[in-house]
């Protein structure tokens, strides 16, 4: 950006054409931003339309498959705090950093960033294990991937392109 503006502020005589691609790789990038963002906020009110089906007050588990090696964190990284606004709910990922802030869980809880499952891109998580949904009354996955494994007695009540929400069985009370 500040070198398409620098090139467009000398005062020196060139084509104009010259000056317009000075402008490309600023409109690309723009249009390439735009177009993902589009694309995300298109998938997160897909995955917004299905949480307001879910019961007010829930215990809702986030698992967010991320590839360690990747630079950016995607439009969907904080998605299921909306959960909270929309359906007062409680997730994992309410929470910015574990033990840095004033929030805390009361029951002990996983806390943020407890909804990365670090994966490479493309492979399937096994989520049969994922020990915020221990107690959680739902598991909402996003990812690319559908998952290998949900935890068991796990019905998926709605789904969408790269998100899945589950509701999962009741954890005895003995335990």
Not at 12 to 23: E, F, G, I, Q
Not at 39 to 48: I, P, R, V
């Amino acid at each position: 950006m500040a070198l398409a503006c620098a090139v467009l502020a000398a005062r020196w005589k060139a084509p104009n054409w010259v000056l317009a691609a000075a402008l490309v790789p600023f409109v690309l990038r723009l249009a390439l931003t735009t177009t993902a963002w589009l694309a995300g906020s298109a998938q997160t009110a897909q995955m917004l339309a299905a949480v307001e089906q879910l019961p007010r007050g829930s215990v809702i588990a986030g698992a967010r498959a991320e590839d360690p090696f990747a630079w950016a964190a995607g439009a969907s990284a904080h998605v299921f705090s909306w959960a909270t606004v929309r359906r007062d709910a409680v997730t994992n990922a309410d929470f910015a950093l574990a033990d840095v802030h004033a929030l805390r869980r009361a029951d002990g809880g996983p806390v943020d960033p407890s909804q990365r499952v670090l994966i490479e891109t493309g492979q399937a998580p096994d989520l049969s294990a994922f020990e915020p949904a221990q107690g959680a009354d739902y598991l909402w996955y996003v990812g690319e991937a559908v998952p290998s494994a949900l935890p068991p007695g796990a019905q998926v009540v709605a789904s969408g392109a790269g998100w899945r929400i589950a509701r999962l069985a009741k954890v005895p009370a003995s335990r």
